[in-house]
């Protein structure tokens, strides 16, 4: 399994970033798709999570900015990041969780916010 994620970048606060991760290599139906976040000196800390059924779970740091999404079809996750702030400024990375089939993460993208 491999997680092919893109669309990090420098934004000014207040804007917005989409970032994508598609999966491929043996991807079970059933499944977990996220995104988490670190920065350096810090643990890698959950985003956001969508389980193959339609279900979302946030971080509140991000509840109400922060949009989750997927394409079953296409293995791919998205995070809509929108009313960017400083903090928000991190490394980026997916993960798909598929029970004992295993628990993969992508190779991570930077997310800067600052003017």
């Known amino acids: 399994v491999q997680l092919q994620a893109s669309g990090g970048g420098l934004v000014q606060p207040g804007g917005s970033l989409r970032l994508s991760c598609a999966a491929s290599?043996?991807?079970?139906?059933?499944?977990?798709m996220g995104w988490y976040c670190q920065v350096p000196g810090k643990q890698r800390e959950l985003v956001a999570f969508?389980?193959?059924?339609?279900?979302?779970t946030y971080a509140e740091s991000v509840k109400g900015r922060f949009a989750i999404s997927r394409d079953n079809l296409k293995n791919t996750v998205y995070l809509q990041m929108n009313s960017l702030k400083p903090e928000d400024t991190a490394v980026y990375y997916c993960?798909?969780?598929?029970?004992?089939?295993?628990?993969?993460w992508g190779q991570g993208t930077q997310v800067t916010v600052s003017s």
């Open positions: 969508i389980t193959s059924g339609g279900g979302t």
């Open positions: 290599g043996n991807i079970y139906s059933i499944n977990v």
């Open positions: 993960n798909l969780q598929q029970g004992r089939r295993g628990n993969y």
